[in-house]
């Protein structure tokens, strides 16, 4: 066993997300109280997933709830960050990471490469939701930033002809094209600098070295597909006006 479930496992962690939170205090970064939330919250959500995932993977119905249960909560975390006040638009946030997500997934299925059972389904289906909302999130809130930020240009372009969406897209396109560098960076990287969670893994769980490397390599080009198209998707929902945020 990697790590051993006791009072000094769950004191040394206590002290962690504490210095994590100092440390951003100390800094005036203004997100002390988000992080020890977000530890917090992190800890309880996997504790229950935990206890429940043992039965909810051999159940269809719970299966799909379970699944969609994700995807919702993606879906919002999405919404919420790119469009913070509340209002009509963050719905669309569903559009980029069903479009990024489903298709992967079903030719994933269709192919037999994830096997169609629970306990394969999900942890993998948990990996392309979180590659998209995070593009999702980076795509909407960079591209939202430098059309507030260059509103200027964007009535330039109006004035020499261009449509509106024309126009935006000119402004925003390098700004979007961000949130495809943290996938990029760690698809690089991979083996030099990190051994990502789906390699160690599956060395813990006893898979030979290559076998894991392929199982990674698999993650991590699905994820490219899915950062791409959610972020190509994202940039064209701001580009038309349906992620937009409030005016001042």
Same mark, same amino acid.
């Given at each position: ?8 496992? *769950? $004191?040394? %962690?206590?002290? =962690?997300? #504490? !210095?994590?939170?100092?440390? +951003?205090?100390? @800094? &005036? ?69 069903? *479009? $990024?997500? %489903?298709?992967? =997934?079903? #030719? !994933?299925?269709?192919?037999? +490469?994830?096997? @169609? &059972? ?131």
């Amino acid at each position: 066993m990697l790590l051993h479930m006791n009072a000094t496992f *769950a $004191a040394l %962690l206590a002290t =962690l997300l #504490a !210095l994590a939170a100092g440390v +951003v205090a100390v @800094a &005036r970064l203004g997100r002390a109280r988000d992080t020890l939330l977000a530890g917090a919250r992190a800890a309880v959500q996997l504790v229950a997933v935990s206890l429940a995932i043992g039965w909810v993977v051999r159940v269809l119905p719970l299966l799909l709830c379970f699944l969609l249960l994700m995807y919702a909560v993606a879906v919002r975390t999405a919404g919420r960050r790119v469009v913070p006040a509340p209002g009509r638009a963050w719905p669309w946030a569903a559009v980029p990471i069903a *479009a $990024a997500v %489903l298709p992967v =997934l079903v #030719a !994933l299925l269709l192919t037999g +490469v994830v096997p @169609a &059972r629970g306990i394969a389904l999900v942890p993998v289906t948990g990996i392309l939701i979180g590659g998209a909302l995070t593009a999702t999130v980076l795509a909407g809130r960079r591209s939202l930033d430098e059309l507030a930020t260059r509103r200027g240009e964007v009535e330039a372009g109006l004035a020499l002809g261009l449509t509106d969406r024309e126009a935006r897209m000119e402004v925003a396109r390098g700004a979007a094209s961000d949130a495809l560098l943290p996938g990029m960076d760690q698809t690089r990287t991979v083996g030099l600098v990190t051994l990502p969670g789906a390699f160690v893994g599956m060395l813990l769980g006893g898979a030979s070295p290559l076998h894991a490397g392929a199982v990674q390599l698999f993650v991590l080009v699905a994820l490219l597909l899915v950062q791409a198209v959610a972020t190509a998707v994202t940039l064209e929902l701001v580009t038309r006006g349906r992620l937009v945020r409030a005016e001042p």
